[in-house]
């Protein structure tokens, strides 16, 4: 993983933000969707790894909608048990990654994007 390329990790499950940061992922990392969004809003990213399904409040959903209307340019990586890949893609999503995660996947993902 490139050290210069700042990283989001959008996850509600404890035990997958644990997981990815193993990988390598890790530089801020947001429990819910309004975290999510104040973390975006004071800083850049490179690349979000985002959940969909984040609990209460603000969905994965409309964090992709605002990542992709405020900072098109930022990778998001789908994360999800859901079937949701055609929609997630169609808003803007670089790519769909599904739960449980393949970590040979994993391991493609973060070098071809970090």
Request: overall charge negative; hydrophobic content about 40%; glycine content about 6%.
């Amino acid at each position: 993983m490139d050290k210069t390329k700042r990283v989001l990790i959008v996850e509600d499950d404890i035990f997958m933000r644990n997981f990815l940061k193993r990988f390598g992922v890790e530089k801020d990392v947001a429990k819910d969707g309004e975290s999510a969004l104040e973390f975006l809003k004071n800083n850049s990213y490179h690349c979000v790894f985002l959940d969909l399904n984040l609990g209460d409040g603000v969905n994965g959903f409309e964090v992709l909608k605002s990542i992709k209307a405020d900072t098109p340019k930022t990778k998001v990586i789908i994360v999800s048990g859901s079937d949701t890949k055609d929609e997630t893609m169609r808003m803007g999503a670089d790519y769909f990654l599904a739960k449980p995660i393949d970590l040979l996947e994993l391991k493609k993902v973060i070098e071809q994007y970090l």
